[in-house]
C-alpha cells in the first residue's frame, strides 16, 4: 500500500546515549551502524516503503553528526528537515514542538529502536478504516521485563485502547507497545493538555495519549512489529547486528576498503569501512567502527571496537 503525500514522517533523535559510555559521547544513538547502515536508515527506508517521502527529524545531542550522516535524505528516497529540539523534555514536548511544521496526519518513530515491520502498511489501513485519531504499534511479548521497560496496552472488546501505562510495575497483559505511532492532528490539542510527571519530570507521550482516549477519540493498535530493540547499551548494538546478519544469511560482513592479515576469523561479526588488522586474530560478535586499526593478535568477543579502545558489552545491561 502507498499513501504518498499522504502523511509525514517523525523521528525523535535529540535523546544523548548516556548508558552506552564514551561511545554514546561521541555518535548519536539514532545514527549507531547496524551492519554498517546507520540506525536511522533502516527507518527512514520502512517509512518510504510506505509512500512517506517528507520526514521531520528532531535533534540535538550531537545533532550535527546525524544531519551530515543523513543530509537531505535524498540516499533514501525522501526529503528531510530537521528541528532542534533545545529543552528535552520528554517525548511529548518533543511531539509539541513540531504542531507549526505537521499539516497532516503523521508516522512517528522514535529513533533509537530497531524494528523489522514486514508489514508496515497494515497500521495505514488501521487508521484509514475505523478514522482513528491514533494507531499504536503493538507486540505480544514473552518477557515480562520488556513491557516493563515500555507501556503496556489495555484493549476494550472492539479493539479499540481503553488505557496506556508507562513503564507499568505491574503487568496488565503482555501486549507491549513499541515506540513507533501513526497520529492524526488531535495529538497536539492532547499534548497540550498533558501535565509534567512527577516521576521523571517529562511530559509523557502515554499521557497524551490517554487524554487523546478520555476525551473519547479513537485510539487503536495494530500488531506490525514483529521484532524490535531499543538501542541503549553497547550490547544491544552487537544483538541488532547479528540479528541483520541472520536475516541475510550472513556469518559476517566486511566493508570497504579493508584490510585483514592472513588467519583474521570473524563470526558474527561486522566490520566497517577501511579496517585494518594485521595480525591474524578472531573476533566473534563485535562491531568494528570504520577507520579501526588492529595490530594485535588477540580474542575479541562481545564487543564494539573504535579508534579510542575496546568496549565490552558483557555486563552493561
Aim: charged share 25%; proline share 4%.
Amino acid at each position: 500500500m502507498s499513501v504518498k503525500g499522504t502523511y509525514q514522517g517523525v523521528i525523535l533523535a535529540a535523546g544523548r546515549g548516556s548508558r552506552m559510555g564514551p561511545f554514546g559521547s561521541q555518535i548519536p544513538k539514532p545514527i549507531v551502524p547496524i551492519c554498517n547502515k546507520p540506525l536511522l536508515a533502516y527507518q527512514l527506508e520502512q517509512m518510504r516503503r510506505v509512500g512517506i517521502e517528507e520526514v521531520l527529524i528532531v535533534i540535538g545531542h550531537l545533532g550535527h553528526r546525524i544531519t551530515s550522516t543523513l543530509g537531505d535524505g535524498r540516499d533514501y528516497g525522501v526529503r528531510i528537515t530537521y528541528v532542534e529540539q533545545e529543552e528535552c523534555l520528554g517525548i511529548a514536548h518533543a511531539v509539541g514542538q513540531l504542531e507549526s511544521h505537521v499539516d497532516r496526519p503523521f508516522m512517528l518513530f522514535l529513533g533509537d529502536i530497531f524494528f523489522e515491520l514486514p508489514g508496515l502498511h497494515v497500521m495505514i489501513e488501521e487508521m484509514e478504516r475505523t478514522q482513528a485519531a491514533a494507531v499504536l504499534a503493538v507486540k505480544e511479548e514473552v518477557d515480562p521485563e520488556a513491557v516493563k521497560r515500555n507501556f503496556a496496552v489495555i484493549l476494550r472488546e472492539d479493539g479499540s485502547v481503553r488505557r496506556v501505562i508507562e513503564k507499568p510495575r505491574r503487568l496488565p497483559n503482555m501486549l507491549k507497545g513499541c515506540g513507533l505511532y501513526l497520529f492524526d492532528l488531535p495529538i497536539f490539542e492532547a499534548v497540550a493538555r498533558t501535565p509534567r510527571t512527577a516521576m521523571r519530570d517529562e511530559y509523557e507521550l502515554t499521557d497524551s495519549i490517554q487524554i487523546l482516549i478520555d476525551y473519547e477519540y479513537g485510539v487503536r493498535v495494530s500488531p506490525v512489529v514483529e521484532w524490535d530493540i531499543n538501542v541503549t547499551y553497547i550490547g544491544d548494538l552487537i544483538r541488532c547486528s547479528r540479528h541483520v546478519l541472520a536475516r541475510e544469511g550472513k556469518s559476517s560482513m566486511v566493508g570497504e576498503g579493508c584490510q585483514l592479515a592472513d588467519g583474521v576469523e570473524l563470526d558474527e561479526t561486522v566490520l566497517g569501512n577501511n579496517v585494518a588488522i594485521s595480525r591474524p586474530a578472531r573476533l566473534e560478535r563485535c562491531v568494528v567502527l570504520s577507520g579501526v586499526e588492529l595490530n594485535a593478535g588477540v580474542h575479541y568477543a562481545d564487543s564494539v571496537i573504535t579508534a579510542d579502545g575496546v568496549l565490552h558489552a558483557a555486563g552493561d545491561d
